[in-house]
């Protein structure tokens, strides 16, 4: 029986920022997806998983679409996911129809080789200090989502509605990227919406995350003022330039090879 090949597409969530390895890349969701599908392959006998990952930071919808998708279709997996459109998002005059007609085009594509998508909705901004002006966008955009989905057969990562994504703890430092507890909580979301049954001992990814101690305000007015000079100021003028921070970049992970094959975020960290 030939090996389960998953391909992943799309931009920094699914690269895995800012998940961070010890050997300077990032892990993320999908390097976390692939091992819990990895896991009871190999504790079978069975062949082991071929996972590649595509995806680049910074990358738009028609980007994605354009680079990747031909690129996971030439790889012939048996399962991709796609989540991409939310740097489309929070730029001005962003249109959430014509993002999903393209979308849809990129699912019909994907699963006419007979791959299984699996794709992701857009978060729940309105606890989002630098993204909440989006979130009717995103909203549309997520409706839209799940008529594909319904329409190509395809699973829903759905990540508007994990509570724990709510909560500020979830979150790195610049307030844009998931931290590494939040990657873990999308994994087995992502794990649940395939129909796979989570590991034992894994916590449910449904529950919000405990209570959180309370901050001075002075701490939080410390907080907010070293995040808008570290991250948002510097956010703005790539905007400003039409830059991305993905320029020059290719997939961390190209091949569909089995995990222990190529190191899993073998990009060094850095914007």
């Known amino acids: 029986m030939s090996p389960y090949r998953y391909v992943a597409l799309g931009d920094s969530l699914t690269e895995g920022m800012v998940d961070a390895t010890p050997d300077g890349g990032y892990r993320g969701w999908a390097d976390r997806l692939a091992e819990h599908l990895d896991a009871p392959l190999r504790a079978a006998g069975e062949a082991p998983l071929e996972y590649a990952n595509l995806a680049v930071r910074g990358r738009l919808l028609p980007e994605i679409v354009a680079q990747q998708v031909p690129q996971a279709v030439a790889l012939r997996p048996d399962l991709v996911s796609l989540v991409g459109g939310g740097n489309d998002l929070l730029r001005p005059g962003n249109d959430p129809d014509s993002m999903a007609a393209l979308f849809a085009e990129a699912v019909a594509t994907l699963t006419a080789t007979g791959a299984h998508v699996l794709i992701g909705t857009g978060f729940d901004t309105r606890t989002a200090t630098l993204l909440r002006r989006n979130r009717n966008a995103v909203a549309i955009y997520n409706n839209h989502l799940w008529g594909i989905a319904r329409r190509y057969g395809c699973s829903v990562l759905d990540l508007w509605n994990l509570e724990a994504l709510h909560d500020r703890r979830s979150w790195g430092e610049d307030r844009i990227h998931l931290s590494s507890a939040a990657h873990a909580t999308v994994a087995l979301a992502a ?10 001992g894994a916590p449910d990814h449904r529950d919000p995350l405990p209570a959180a101690l309370a901050r001075a305000r002075r701490e939080v007015w410390q907080d ?3 995040w808008g000079r570290v991250h948002v100021l510097p956010w703005v003028g790539r905007r400003l330039r ?5 320029a020059h970049r290719t997939g961390k992970r190209p091949d569909p090879l089995p995990l222990g094959d190529q190191p899993v975020g073998d990009q060094p960290v850095g914007d």
Do not use: F
């Open 191 to 200: 794990l649940e919406a395939l129909g796979r049954e989570r590991p034992e």
């Open 224 to 226: 907010d003022l070293r």
């Open 242 to 246: 039409r830059t991305s921070s993905g």
